[in-house]
T-cell receptor, first 113, second 112 residues
Framework: GQQLNQSPQSMFIQEGEDVSMNCTSS?????WLWYKQDPGEGPVLLIA?????ELTSNGRLTAQFGITRKDSFLNISASIPSDVGIYFC?????????????FGKGTKLSVKP | NAGVTQTPKFQVLKTGQSMTLQCAQD?????MSWYRQDPGMGLRLIHY???????DQGEVPNGYNVSRSTTEDFPLRLLSAAPSQTSVYFC???????????FGPGTRLTVL
């Protein structure tokens, strides 16, 4: 089935640094979502994007729906220790059954205090 | 408003045993789904339901059954557990108007 390529797979950053991660696909998507999963918990929705070029912020997090509709980016500014976790992108393709999302494999973020 | 709840939180089974993972949501969402999460594999869709009485298979349905008798509940059944089913299982409920899925806290299952 369709896969989302999420990169990087993992990253270590210094507290206070900015973080960037992205998700790409070979086909277009109508919706892009970004989730964060804390250890031992379920994924929690961070940001939802619905149209090409859309740029949306949620506190220190900013995500963009790529203009080609084949990619999305998530940026975290001034990282702090509680940003640790796994970040997943997810999307829905045109014509895809509503509710059926495709997930990336995640970016594991670790912060050095 | 509890959102999506799952029970149990942890479970250990022996090969061949059966069990049901419970999932309930109080958001009146029509769409619900079950995922398994394995290291390096991300979230893989097992089964989903677009409404009471309607279920369908996802990417990895073998070894699992589901039913949807009410809007609120969507249990996942393992009829004969196998070690390959050791995983973390997440139930999700979707608000279709915004395409956003809400996840439960997960069930960590170990099959010996």
């Amino acid at each position: 089935g369709q896969q989302l390529n999420q990169s990087p797979q993992s990253m270590f950053i210094q507290e206070g640094e900015d973080v960037s991660m992205n998700c790409t696909s070979s086909s277009i998507f109508n919706t892009w979502l970004w989730y964060k999963q804390d250890p031992g918990e379920g994924p929690v929705l961070l940001i939802a994007l619905y149209k090409a070029g859309e740029l949306t912020s949620n506190g220190r997090l900013t995500a963009q729906f790529g203009i080609t509709r084949k990619d999305s980016f998530l940026n975290i500014s001034a990282s702090i220790p509680s940003d640790v976790g796994i970040y997943f992108c997810a999307g829905r393709q045109p014509g895809g059954s509503q509710g059926n999302l495709i997930f990336g494999k995640g970016t594991k973020l670790s912060v050095k205090p | 408003n509890a959102g999506v709840t799952q029970t149990p939180k942890f479970q250990v089974l022996k090969t061949g045993q059966s069990m049901t993972l419970q999932c309930a949501q109080d958001m009146n969402h029509e769409y619900m789904s079950w995922y398994r999460q394995d290291p390096g594999m991300g979230l893989r869709l097992i089964h989903y339901s677009v409404g009471a009485g309607i279920t369908d298979q996802g990417e990895v349905p073998n070894g699992y059954n589901v039913s949807r008798s009410t809007t609120e509940d969507f249990p996942l059944r393992l009829l004969s557990a196998a070690p390959s089913q050791t995983s973390v299982y997440f139930c999700a409920s979707t608000q279709l108007s915004t395409d956003t899925q809400y996840f439960g806290p997960g069930t960590r299952l170990t099959v010996l």
